[in-house]
Nanobody
Framework: QVQLVESGGGLVQPGGSLRLSCTASGIIFSRYSMGWYRQFPGKQRELVAS???????NYADSVKGRFTMSRNNAHSAVYLQMNSLKPEDTAVYYC????????WGQGTQVIVSS
């Protein structure tokens, strides 16, 4: 059974930092491209950052210079370091794994508010 489990969300003040983690099981993790997406209420999920199976990263313009995505194949995990957080970063953040099949995590809430 494939599982993607996100953690690390929560409430943070504007300008603060959070580190999201996504741990995968049931897949050959090193084969998968991974992504972080977010969803605002009433909106479709949007790409935040992605990392290929070879470690090449890509970021949405809105988070470039503030967010950093990384992966640790030995731990079957990806991370999203989020710095200089803004209220408009408030959303549910989802982890996605893509190879021959696409899998999603259950999401973790991030709230940026004073």
């Amino acid at each position: 059974q494939v599982q993607l489990v996100e953690s690390g969300g929560g409430l943070v003040q504007p300008g603060g930092s959070l580190r999201l983690s996504c741990t995968a099981s049931g897949i050959i993790f090193s084969r998968y491209s991974m992504g972080w997406y977010r969803q605002f209420p009433g909106k479709q999920r949007e790409l935040v950052a992605s990392i290929s199976n070879t470690g090449v990263t890509n970021y949405a313009d809105s988070v470039k210079g503030r967010f950093t995505m990384s992966r640790n194949n030995a731990h079957s995990a990806v991370y999203l370091q989020m710095n200089s957080l803004k209220p408009e970063d408030t959303a549910v953040y989802y982890c996605k794994a893509a190879f021959s099949t696409i899998y999603w995590g259950q999401g973790t809430q991030v709230i940026v508010s004073s």
